[in-house]
């Protein structure tokens, strides 16, 4: 089996606001737009895709529609504080602000749409001390 492409798919209860999340802070286009089904790829990198469906549409299975728990869709970024601004102007919720981890991220959470996390990182210099007491030093990681 030769595999073309993967997507992340998402139910939504909320599938404009995702949308235009993904569209206007992320920097997603559009590239298909049903009201029930959007799909969106960002210009920069296209290999990201994102899916949106409506979670109430017959093609999702009746078991499925609740929001998510425990969903995160994270992302590598070259400058977290600047979409962290981005969001927080936007009105979006902040569950973690920016924060430095030893392991070499610096990290912000925000509450998405249907019960999603977003998982923004960016790599910056992990703490050399943590590294080796985590069996990790000269790893890159």
Not at 16 to 26: F, G, I, V
């Amino acid at each position: 089996m030769t595999f073309q492409r993967c997507v992340t798919s998402l139910f939504s209860d909320e599938i404009e606001l995702a949308r235009d999340r993904y569209a206007h802070l992320l920097g997603f286009r559009i590239d298909m737009d049903l009201g029930w089904f959007v799909s969106l790829r960002h210009d920069d990198h296209p290999e990201l895709e994102i899916a949106l469906t409506d979670a109430q549409h017959p093609s999702v299975p009746k078991d499925r529609r609740t929001p998510a728990s425990g969903l995160a869709v994270a992302f590598v970024v070259d400058d977290v504080d600047a979409l962290h601004e981005a969001l927080s102007n936007a009105g979006v919720e902040i569950v973690q602000a920016p924060t430095d981890h030893p392991w070499g991220q610096r990290q912000v959470l925000a509450a998405w749409h249907d019960g999603v996390l977003l998982d923004v990182i960016q790599f910056i210099e992990p703490d050399p001390d943590w590294m080796a007491a985590n069996g990790l030093a000269g790893a890159d990681v």
